[in-house]
């Protein structure tokens, strides 16, 4: 080796032996440490550790069920029967309680007529009165549901009406069959109970 290499040779040797001791360079690095998770975390990591093996399994009854949904939808669909999500079917029951609600110039017109057998005394007449109108209301959107034999419980009972309507005729109902089978006249306050549920019905304000 010549005198020149040597000198190199030294001369890098004291660089790497300064290199080695400078403080701020960072030679031997700390060994690797997995982060635990928190306490809180910890039952929903072990429970992920513990599904494992079973993920495949889930999966396939994830596509499975999926495939079945869909399967149903198709049948609903070639069956003609109309499927709604829940705010859609909420959406269209309000439309069907604006289709039922009577006419307000017909609802006064006859609340009118009602009145006028109150301010006589004639309770029963105005109830009976508010019971045939809503029937015949009835009739006229449910045009094939109405049979002879059907009674006012039954009406009353029918899925086919909406609620608020339905509600509406069940309390004049019940005031009128009081009257009649409990032998009960039907007074002011019938009339009035009677009344109120015509109005929650007929009229907007009322609906608020």
Same mark, same amino acid.
Not at 125 to 134: G, M, N
Not at 190 to 199: D, I, L, N, T, V
């Given at each position: 080796?010549?005198a020149?290499?040597?000198e190199?040779a !030294?001369?890098l040797?004291?660089?790497h032996?300064?290199?080695l001791g400078?403080?701020s360079?960072?030679f031997?690095l700390p060994?690797?440490?997995r982060p635990?998770?928190?306490?809180?975390?910890?039952?929903?990591?072990?429970?992920l550790?513990?599904l494992?093996?079973y993920?495949?399994?889930?999966?396939?009854?994830?596509?499975?069920? !999926?495939?079945?949904?869909?399967a149903?939808?198709l049948?609903l669909?070639a069956?003609g029967?109309?499927?709604r999500?829940p705010?859609?079917?909420k959406?269209?029951e309000?439309?069907?309680?604006e289709e039922?609600?009577?006419?307000?110039g017909?609802?006064q017109?006859?609340?009118?007529?009602?009145d006028?057998?109150?301010?006589r005394g004639e309770?029963?007449e105005?109830?009976h009165?508010?019971?045939?109108?809503?029937?015949?209301d009835i009739?006229?959107r449910?045009?094939?549901?109405?049979?002879?034999?059907?009674?006012?419980?039954d009406i009353?009972a029918?899925?086919s009406?909406?609620?608020?309507?339905?509600?509406?005729f069940?309390?004049?109902?019940r005031?009128?069959e009081?009257?009649?089978?409990?032998?009960r006249?039907?007074?002011a306050? !019938?009339?009035q109970?009677?009344?109120?549920?015509?109005?929650?019905?007929?009229?907007?304000?009322?609906?608020?």
């Amino acid at each position: 080796m010549t005198a020149a290499a040597t000198e190199e040779a !030294g001369r890098l040797a004291q660089l790497h032996k300064q290199l080695l001791g400078d403080d701020s360079i960072q030679f031997a690095l700390p060994t690797y440490v997995r982060p635990e998770p928190p306490e809180w975390l910890k039952p929903f990591v072990d429970g992920l550790a513990k599904l494992g093996p079973y993920m495949i399994y889930l999966f396939w009854g994830a596509v499975i069920i !999926g495939v079945a949904i869909i399967a149903f939808l198709l049948f609903l669909e070639a069956k003609g029967i109309a499927w709604r999500l829940p705010w859609r079917r909420k959406r269209e029951e309000t439309e069907a309680k604006e289709e039922w609600r009577p006419d307000v110039g017909a609802a006064q017109v006859l609340l009118s007529e009602a009145d006028a057998f109150a301010a006589r005394g004639e309770y029963d007449e105005a109830v009976h009165l508010l019971l045939r109108r809503s029937v015949s209301d009835i009739a006229t959107r449910l045009p094939d549901f109405l049979r002879p034999s059907l009674t006012a419980r039954d009406i009353a009972a029918a899925g086919s009406i909406p609620t608020r309507p339905r509600a509406a005729f069940s309390e004049i109902a019940r005031i009128v069959e009081a009257a009649l089978f409990a032998r009960r006249p039907v007074g002011a306050e !019938g009339w009035q109970q009677a009344r109120g549920a015509y109005e929650q019905f007929a009229f907007r304000d009322a609906w608020a």
